[in-house]
């Protein structure tokens, strides 16, 4: 494994990347443009006020603004920025960029997949894919192209999933899969039947542990910061798996400590003591008691008990962008590039999410979006006061 | 040169590093000083301007004003090697070539002084090497700072200023350097006549 | 006779009429209360889109773009409407009701990494839309009915009110004025007739006197005159009564 190089030689072969992905944290929108957004009463006013943002440039082509094409453009900007950096990365930056399309990767393909079987157009499913997880378009349209038989599957994950950077991912949950429904090989079957979701869940948690072991294996600061934020990630998704199987066949005991256990990742804070403590919730309380232990995620399920306003989807977003901007801060480290593309991320619902209260006319509720690299976010605050 | 005193077991005294140390010229002595002096300088100049430089360009891309500007921190990674010329020269000032009356045959004569040309060998040689090291750890230090500087001075100008003092303090370390240097080489003058 | 059947008529066109007020009145009653529901559900249903529509944006805020997911599930219909009638004073109104299939719902683990809580609660509001719009559906259409079927109604009431009943009444007094002039006719022809029997029986008995008197002179005929003056007494009335 190459090494990342410390501060007296990380910038020798990534100070160019790591400057250019620090200039674009100038492209985040400032406080003072989230203001002037959310007193715009119409689309007009806000594309107005975006036009003097870095999207101007993005969204010059389109006559009305509505918050789907803000979104496109603002994907399509990211994507292009993204690629950028990746196209001037070196040996373990690289890497590090591509695990990070890893995940946008997972989606495309889970949407694929079920596109082909719903027996789609794969023009339609291209243009829907996320820009930044395309892979090789003739692999795309090999995907479709297999028989929609036992042996069609059996052929595509041999010939096309395998090769693809997620192939890995995909043959352990298969493999893990046919344990379960005892009959091997059989893919379709266990494509199919399974439910989408709880196989997107299963890819994004193996891909969430080789992640980790990718960045702590790289070492350093890199190790500290990415590390504390998959783990961070991993609990989130346990927590969230938890809390969405409820009133879901998940949540059936015999489900409880199987299958949705083996959504847990074995990574994060919360492995191994937490993660089984979940396996055994089986309602709100006592998911609730088990977060309750853990002093970082207690006050995030206390938004969900309290505070109809905010959802514990918020308060875990909150904390995301928090430790985002935190690793966002430090130098020589590659934290950043995958801090840059969640704020980005996170930028992205929030324009949507201003645009829509706007379209909406939800006045009350435009301000409640995330602020980024705000002196006014909530967690600055209070460590201002501290 | 008395090579009958010298105690070496092979003839050319090259056998093992504590034999080519311990007989080694006071003449190569200083200038192996002066070229660590200069050399490392250098590479902590060089290393300095590479941390520097690949952030201020990649700053640069998105936010072009700060090129000119961040120049200084590329200055003042020069100025570490600049520090290691000045001293190369200095020391080299030193190292004078003995007289032609001084020695007959590559041997010294009655009445070299041994002492003192031993002393300022040695001299040179440390002075040369406190230059050279303390020069690449400042050089090292300015050009992370540079590179911080770089970086801050694109996300907010106002910043500018107060990074460039703390690359003022690692420029420093060089500058004690070049001082003790100095100090050091002062009473190293080679000789280049026999006494009396 | 013919008085007798237009009364007849008149009656049953007053009966009618009643009838008909009461029938226009209940489906007014009822169409005042199809306003009001609508007005009310309307007003709901404005609140409870607005709400269904944010909760969509606050779930894709929180679990991202799951359109698609949506899209690709199996399309399986969840509930169904069905149409019953009802009945209000005669008029068959349509009547929509929701009713569940019991088809398992697709795509439960939705947002499972994120959002899940979000998504439900947009389903659950989107579901409340949807019976309030086959609610609203239901009214509405009841609504224009029962207005196509009141106004027909309406019509009917302000023909009967309005032009038969006058009509009908028109012809009875018209009838009794006829029947009243031919009395009244009757009755002077019947006093000219006492008259004339009278004078005739003053000149009989006058002539009878001067018959008495000029028994000794000659005997005068004054009929030819009378009988000429009761002729010109009816052309009179004739003329009238054409006239009127």
């Keep these: 494994m190459v090494e990342t190089g410390g501060l007296s030689t990380f910038n020798i072969q990534h100070g160019y990347v790591e400057a250019l992905v620090r200039g674009m944290r100038n492209s985040f929108v400032s406080d003072s443009d989230y203001h002037h957004l959310t007193q715009c009463d119409t689309l007009e006013d806000c594309k107005l006020n975006l036009t003097e943002s870095d999207y101007g440039a993005s969204l010059q082509n389109d006559s009305t603004l509505t918050p789907q094409d803000l979104q496109k453009a603002a994907v399509d900007k990211l994507a292009v920025e993204f690629q950028y950096l990746r196209s001037q990365a070196v040996a373990p930056l690289a890497q590090f960029l591509d695990f990070i399309t890893h995940e946008y990767m997972i989606e495309n393909i889970m949407m694929l997949l ?57 043959s352990k949950f298969l493999q893990e899969s046919s344990q379960n429904v005892g009959a091997a090989g059989e893919i379709r079957n266990v494509l199919e039947e399974t439910e989408i979701e709880i196989i997107k869940a299963s890819l994004m948690k193996y891909y969430l542990e080789d992640f980790y072991a990718f960045c702590s294996s790289l070492g350093g600061d890199t190790a500290t910061i990415m590390c504390e934020i998959l783990s961070v990630r991993a609990d989130t998704q346990a927590i969230n798996v938890t809390l969405n199987s409820f009133g879901t066949p998940l949540n059936d005991p015999s489900m409880r400590s199987t299958d949705r256990r083996r959504l847990y990742p074995s990574v994060g804070f919360l492995y191994p003591a937490g993660t089984s403590m979940l396996a055994q919730a089986s309602d709100e309380e006592s998911l609730g008691q088990v977060c309750s232990l853990y002093p970082g995620y207690a006050s995030a399920w206390a938004c969900h008990v309290e505070n109809d306003d905010r959802s514990i989807d918020d308060a875990f977003f909150e904390r995301d962008a928090a430790l985002h901007e935190l690793a966002f801060e430090s130098q020589m480290h590659f934290g950043c590039f995958y801090a840059y593309v969640k704020l980005k991320e996170q930028e992205i619902r929030n324009l949507v999410w201003i645009t829509e209260c706007v379209m909406q006319r939800q006045k009350e509720a435009v301000n409640q979006f995330i602020p980024l690299f705000s002196q006014h976010a909530p967690w600055r605050q209070k460590g201002g006061r501290r | 040169m008395s090579s009958d005193a010298s105690g070496c077991q092979s003839a050319y005294c090259n056998q093992g590093w504590s034999e080519v140390l311990t007989h080694m010229s006071p003449y190569g002595w200083g200038s192996f000083g ?15 301007i590479w941390l520097t430089g690949s952030s201020l360009v990649g700053a640069a891309v998105k936010a072009p004003r700060i090129r000119s500007k961040n120049l200084i921190s590329v200055i003042f990674c020069e100025a570490t090697a600049i520090y290691g010329v000045i001293m190369a020269i200095v020391l080299n000032g030193l190292m004078k070539k003995p007289e032609d009356s001084s020695y007959v045959d590559g041997v010294f004569s009655e009445g070299w002084d041994y002492n003192t040309w031993y002393f300022a060998g040695f001299g040179v040689f440390c002075s040369g090497l406190s ?34 003092i703390v690359e003022i303090f690692a420029s420093a370390l060089g500058i004690f350097g070049i001082i003790v240097g100095i100090i050091q080489s002062n009473s190293s003058q080679f000789p280049d006549k026999l006494i009396n | ?79 169904r409407v069905t149409s019953a009638v009802d009945n209000v004073a005669g008029v068959k109104l349509p009547v929509f009701n929701l009713q569940d299939t019991g088809a398992v719902s697709d795509n439960q683990t939705l947002g499972l990494v994120g959002g899940g809580k979000k998504i439900n609660a947009s389903r659950d509001r989107f579901s409340l839309v949807l019976k309030n719009l086959v609610k609203l559906a239901s009214l509405q259409t009841s609504f224009v009915t029962l207005d196509e079927a009141m106004k027909v109604t309406n019509r009917r009431v302000n023909a009967l009110e309005n032009v ?56 005068i005929k004054p009929m030819k005159t009378v009988n000429e003056d009761i002729m010109s007494k009816f052309e009179s009335l004739d003329g009238e009564e054409v006239l009127f």
Aim: net charge positive.
């Design chain 1, 114 to 170: 079920k596109g082909t079987m719903a027996g789609r157009d794969i023009n339609e499913l291209i243009a829907q894919a996320h820009p930044l997880g395309m892979f090789k378009e003739s692999t795309m349209r090999s995907v479709v192209a297999f028989e929609s038989n036992a042996k069609g599957y059996a052929d595509l994950y041999q010939c096309v999933l395998v090769d693809t950077p997620v192939g890995a991912y995909f």
């Design chain 2, 34 to 48: 002066i070229a660590f002096g200069l050399g490392l300088s250098v590479v902590g100049a060089a290393w300095g």
């Design chain 2, 131 to 164: 230059v050279g090291l303390t020069n690449v750890a400042s050089g090292i230090s300015v050009g992370v700072a540079g590179s911080s500087c770089a970086l801050a001075d694109a996300q907010d100008p106002t910043l500018f200023v107060k990074i460039l």
């Design chain 3, 1 to 79: 006779m013919n008085q007798q059947v237009f009364k007849g008529k008149k009656k049953a066109a007053v009966g009618g009429f009643k009838l008909l007020k009461k029938k226009a009145d209940a489906l007014k009653a009822k169409f005042r209360d199809y306003a009001k529901a609508i007005a009310e559900t309307k007003g709901t249903m404005a609140d409870d889109t607005k709400d269904a529509f944010f909760s969509l944006t606050q779930a894709e805020y929180a679990a991202g773009d799951f359109k698609k997911a949506v899209l690709e599930g199996n399309m399986v219909a969840q509930v």
């Design chain 3, 164 to 219: 038969t009943i006058p009509r009908i009444e028109g012809i009875l007094s018209y009838i009794s004025r006829e029947l009243d002039e031919l009395e009244r006719e009757d009755f002077t022809r019947l006093k000219k007739v006492q008259k004339s029997k009278e004078e005739r029986i003053k000149e009989e008995e006058a002539r009878k006197e001067e018959a008495k008197e000029n028994a000794k002179a000659e005997g």
